[in-house]
């Protein structure tokens, strides 16, 4: 049986407007990994549980959804999520974000090239929705430090 390479944790709750795309962006990246996508749902009063229950239909094997009842909060979602990665890696989307093409395969390439590395991370876009456009700005810094990186606000 092949390892699970990477679990993508996603929390959620009351995003049904942006968790398909969510979805759709890490089911879309190219690679040849095995995975699987941890969703957190937490108790939404939107339509977000039945549409993850769409993509658990469509991808049995790969998503695996957490349904809280009763809600467990940001923090207590998130650990739980965490807590049941399988993955040899842990990527993270919250479930009104989306990844690019190529961050997968770019991600785990560069993990498995530097096994003396414990973590990576990219910056991110952001879209402005008012504008429908992206800002100009990338968030994130570039840190190589751990401490630093858990210290420095961006």
Known sequence: MQEIMFS??????NQEMYISQT????LNQQHDYKYEIVIGEDC??????QIIEEYVAKYPEIIKPLYNNPNKGLINNYFNVIAHCQGKYIME?????????????????????SPNIGMCYT????WN???QKYEKKLFGADIESFDKLLTTGN
């Open 8 to 13: 993508v944790a996603v929390i959620t709750y």
């Open 23 to 26: 979805l759709d962006s890490i």
């Open 44 to 49: 939404s009063t939107d339509k977000t549980k």
């Open 93 to 113: 989307c919250a479930g009104d974000d989306y990844w690019l093409p190529g961050k997968v395969k770019k991600q785990i390439e560069f993990m498995e090239s």
């Open 123 to 126: 910056k991110a876009k952001f």
């Open 129 to 131: 929705e008012n504008k």
